[in-house]
């Protein structure tokens, strides 16, 4: 079993949606949790990052952790064609950072 | 102030042949990482420096593979002799280093884009 599982899509959604990425890991010594947003030919750029279980806004991302289940996500609200990348969710136990495959997420004008 | 570098963008080598990328972090920035992502799989960890010692070598792949972070400033990773499997995208990221009980933010660089034929 994978240490994080993400769905790789293609997510395509229109412009004005609510978009629901998400993740499920399998490690317990997880302590944050993270959201990276990756463009074509860049590097991943930190998006939200969450310590434990709870929830996180920031303008029209939220993320959500709940480690009871082992299982994370981030919403989009009012998604921008701007928004279109690659998200990878991330968890780390300690320095190192575990990735998902990450999801390719096109928005529609 | 200038992100995370790496040079260069991209290289293609043939098998057998030897390739060093170089990443250049955020001044001031005491932790540096090597990741690397091969076709269809996630970005795994290869290793971190703190300053010029290696604190986490776990990720690394084999003895072909070296690093090397001089004066805790630069960083290389040697591939030698290169194989077909070592393609790939090699990224590298630095810290600042909180030593706190808080996220210590890892930034990326683009990445350098490695093939090998």
């Known amino acids: 079993q994978k240490e994080v599982e993400q769905d790789p899509g293609p997510l395509s959604v229109p412009e004005g949606a609510i978009v629901s990425l998400n993740c499920t890991y399998s490690?317990?010594?997880?302590?944050?949790f993270m959201w990276y947003r990756q463009y074509s030919r860049k590097g991943p750029e930190l998006l939200m990052y969450?310590?434990?279980?709870g929830n996180k806004e920031d303008g029209r991302f939220t993320a959500q952790v709940d480690k009871s289940s082992k299982y994370i996500s981030l919403f989009i609200r009012d998604s921008q064609p701007s928004d279109s990348a690659t998200y990878l969710c991330a968890m780390s136990p300690d320095d190192k950072i575990i990735f998902g495959k990450g999801t390719r997420l096109h928005i529609l004008p | 102030e200038a992100g995370v570098t790496q040079f260069p963008s991209h290289s293609v080598i043939e098998k057998g042949q030897t390739v060093t990328l170089r990443c250049d972090p955020i001044s001031g920035h005491d932790n540096l990482y090597w990741y690397r992502r091969v076709m269809g799989k996630e970005i795994k960890f290869l290793l971190h420096f703190v300053k010029e010692s290696k604190q986490d070598e776990s990720g690394m792949p084999n003895n072909r593979f070296l690093a090397e972070r001089t004066g805790g400033t630069y960083s290389t990773l040697k591939v030698q002799p290169a194989e077909l499997e070592d393609s790939g995208v090699y990224f590298c990221?630095?810290?600042?280093?909180?030593?706190?009980?808080?996220?210590?933010?890892?930034?990326f660089g683009p990445g350098t884009r490695l093939t090998v034929t």
């Open positions: 990221a630095s810290s600042q280093g909180s030593g706190f009980k808080s996220y210590d933010e890892q930034y």
């Open positions: 490690n317990s010594a997880f302590q944050y």
């Open positions: 969450t310590y434990s279980s």
